[in-house]
């Protein structure tokens, strides 16, 4: 059987569209877009609606819509509630569709809308995330969605976490450094994750905005088994 | 005494030109162009002239200039030799101005421009340069000229090598996950580095293009005490 290519994409300064036109592309932006996602689907939403504008937001909000929304840590005026993935508990989210206002997830996932297929991946859907990308026997971009453009450790050791699981299903095959330094960083991060990404930037920066508490929860591998699929760019259950 | 900042950037593609005004540019190609830039500067080279064109290089030829250059492999018919740091043998270049033709250091070279100061880095001459370095008191980018944009294991490996001797000086702070990720691969890569880079897609193109002799020289550490410096548009030794 013909192996699939597995890449890695750090930034969205670094994708290049038109590459991935037979790929599935899984957005990764653990803390916290990612995993506020794939918690929401745990808990019985039946669609997600990314948007990066705040203005798109309330707009969505005056029609009766459930919005997440918040600008440094503050729940804006008009949300509902912000972009922990403790917000989004089953009481608030189950049979309802929500409206996630996100800079960086919303850039990337608009970046990926050429690819053939775009999805949500964390930590904390990994197991089925796998499974699932295992079954569809494609190409596979995982495409860390950053924080302005840049590099960041957290999403590259969710990659590495991810990568590691397809290459030892040997349905895979990889030339891409990318893939292979996130493999290598994974192997660094596995034996203490929590340890390992206290050095990221993105935690001190959660830690002095008091939005912290939720970074155990997203360094959980498997609390679900839902993967969010995007369909006519709106986030779907996989089922 | 205040700590500079130490930063990292994986590929032209990340390179913010304003936010490093202030700062001293590294440039690591090291398969091959910091490589063979470091060690013509060994070999007593005056000057070197990096371009992206070859018709650039072609005019330079005309105007009696040494000319470093190939594509795909092959040197070109006007050039005197390829871009192997094997060619810049004294014989061939003490005393001399040389015009080297590549695409990837040229590029990340002009991106630089804007900087306080551009030098020129490998394994080659790692400790000089970090001497050099920690003497001007600066803050400091390691630039990772990486390969068509893409990340590169291998610069990256070299900028990690960088960092680890710049923050063990205790005059350096880093609040970039690129830098600490180059760190950590470096940490892995670090024991048996022609080994860990058997891995790198370029180590791969190398050797298909049966250009793959330098590699093992390249990942030398202190061949030289060279700092090759960029000043109008042309490189010259620190000295």
């Not at 994409?9 to 038109?18: D, E, I, K, M, W």
């Not at 037979?22 to 918690?39: G, K, N, P, Q």
């Not at 775009?118 to 969605?145: E, H, M, P, Y």
Request: proline content about 3%; overall charge negative; hydrophobic content about 45%.
């Amino acid at each position: 059987m013909e192996k699939r290519k597995l890449e890695t994409c750090f930034s969205p300064a670094l994708f290049v569209p038109g590459e991935n036109l037979e790929s599935i592309v899984v957005i990764i932006d653990i803390l916290r877009a990612s995993s506020a996602i794939c918690t929401a689907f745990a808990n019985g939403a039946v669609a997600i609606i990314p948007v990066a504008d705040i203005s798109e937001a309330k707009n969505y909000k005056a029609r009766g819509y459930l919005v997440a929304a918040e600008r440094d840590g503050y729940v804006l005026d008009f949300a509902d509630f912000g972009n922990s993935p403790f917000n989004f508990t089953r009481e608030k989210v189950e049979g309802k569709i929500i409206v996630y206002n996100t800079t960086n997830g919303t850039g990337a996932i608009n970046l990926a809308s050429s690819a053939y297929m775009t999805v949500v991946g964390s930590f904390l859907n990994i197991g089925a995330l796998t499974q699932w990308l295992i079954k569809k026997d494609r190409n596979v971009l995982l495409f860390c969605a950053g924080w302005k453009n840049r590099f960041n450790i957290e999403d590259t050791v969710c990659a590495g976490a991810i990568a590691e699981i397809l290459m030892a299903s040997n349905l895979y095959f990889s030339v891409c450094d990318s893939t292979l330094a996130a493999i290598d960083l994974w192997s660094l991060a596995s034996h203490d994750l929590p340890g390992y990404i206290e050095k990221a930037a993105q935690r001190t920066r959660l830690r002095d905005k008091k939005l912290d508490d939720c970074i155990e929860f997203c360094l959980t591998s498997d609390y679900t088994d839902r993967v969010p699929v995007m369909k006519s760019g709106i986030l779907v259950d996989n089922i």
